[in-house]
């Protein structure tokens, strides 16, 4: 009897989590092996597939998920025991949320669409590509190759080849993945289908941390240079450009994208305080640690230093020069985000701008009803955080 009174919950639980949070089977693409399209650890890529119905069947968005990079064998072998090194340790079922809903009222321009979440595990923002495998760590660098893998399947085995419409999204690093394969997806379709790409929390900027040291821009460039990514960046960019791995950097890259691109991220971006502005290595005494976990335990000097942050990121935004197609939604919520969160995405307080949320600009944006280019005003803005 209390098996059964546990099997009964189970369910209870199943069916209430799906009511909010839509549960989708996680596909592990094992055909992808023979084409050396496989994780660090050379097992199968994986996605989660959920099919458009009446009106969104022709319509498809695929979400790249994020989770850092690893730039040294060592660390590359680390991730290689977890979810984003290996897809042995995926989960067999996702929950899809945000953009990736199916509730008409939280999701309402996506809902119906065939709607796809590439799971990372290759730890180069899905641009690697180095043939031969290190015999000492049996490390595969084939990042660019899982994403070719997978937009194959969903084009020629799953239908994605006919879409009317389609985005390229992703989040940290996946939103860093779809800046850079932007230019590429939008040639898998037709010339009258309407692509666009969305990057959330993924416009790294090349700044320097608060001890004046190029950081970020030493670890792009062995991040590049492990996985073998110059040769998946934006040609343009890296025939201009002396240094290749900059192109890894979307101020950069950005500039040489063609495909109308919405930019959604914080000013504040957490994960950009915590790891390019102070990273450990510039904060030998912790005195920022207080400051960095929650921006209102700031002292007024390291408030100042943000607000230097914020205004590099608004440069750095501004390098990308003026565009009509090119959308973003800039908050000052001192977070690192991501559109698969309702609470972000779409709900009753979520962040908004000139009183939409990011919802609404996307789609508005998309579906050509209006333009969106907004940037919120500098902290203590932002009561509409989480």
């Known amino acids: 009897m209390a098996a059964v009174y546990v099997v009964l919950v189970s369910l209870l639980f199943i069916w209430t989590t ?43 968005l695929i979400q790249l998920q994020g989770g850092g990079w690893c730039d040294s064998a060592s660390d590359c072998q680390d991730r290689a025991t977890n979810g984003y090194g290996t897809s042995k340790n995926i989960s067999k ?3 899809f949320m945000g953009v990736l809903s199916n509730d008409s009222q939280l999701n309402p321009d996506f809902y119906n669409w065939n709607r796809i979440k590439v799971r990372y595990c290759d730890g180069s923002s899905y641009t690697g590509d180095i043939e031969e495998v290190d015999p000492a760590t049996n490390l595969h660098f084939r990042g660019a190759r899982i994403f070719k893998a997978i937009m194959d399947e969903l084009l020629y085995h799953k239908g994605m080849i006919y879409a009317e419409n389609a985005i390229l999204s992703g989040t940290s690093a996946g939103g860093l993945g779809a800046i850079l394969h932007c230019d590429k997806f939008r040639l898998f379709f037709s010339l009258t289908a309407r692509v666009k790409c969305i990057s959330d929390a993924g416009f790294f900027i090349n700044a320097k941390t608060i001890t004046d040291e190029p950081h970020i821009k ?11 990514s110059a040769k998946n960046l934006p040609l343009s960019c890296t025939f201009l450009s002396l240094d290749p791995s900059l192109c890894f950097f979307p101020q950069y890259a950005a500039q040489h994208i063609c495909t109308p691109l ?20 510039a904060d030998p005494r912790h005195v920022w640690d207080f400051c960095k976990g929650n ?9 100042q230093t943000l607000q230097d942050f914020r205004l590099t990121f608004l440069e750095a935004l501004n390098e990308l020069g003026p565009s009509t197609s090119r959308g973003y939604f800039i908050s000052s919520c001192h977070s690192h985000k991501g559109i698969e969160a309702q609470a972000y995405w779409s709900y009753n307080n979520s962040p908004t701008l000139a ?25 203590p803005c932002g009561k509409s955080c989480h």
Do not use: M
């Open 355 to 379: 009183n939409k949320t990011i919802a609404e600009a996307v789609g508005d944006w998309f579906f050509d009803r209006s333009g969106f280019q907004e940037v919120y005003c500098p902290y």
């Open 295 to 303: 921006i209102n335990n700031c002292s007024l000097s390291q408030i």
């Open 93 to 95: 079922i996702g929950y």
């Open 218 to 228: 030493e670890y792009f460039k062995r991040v590049v240079a492990l996985h073998g």
């Open 262 to 281: 919405f930019i959604i991220n914080s000013a504040y971006d957490s994960w950009q305080i915590n790891n390019s502005l102070v990273p450990q290595e």
């Open 18 to 60: 799906t009511e909010a949070n839509l549960i989708v089977y996680t596909t592990f693409l094992e055909s992808a092996i023979a084409k050396g399209a496989v994780c660090l650890d050379g097992s199968a890529p994986a996605f989660n597939f959920h099919p458009g119905t009446g009106s969104g069947v022709y319509n498809w």
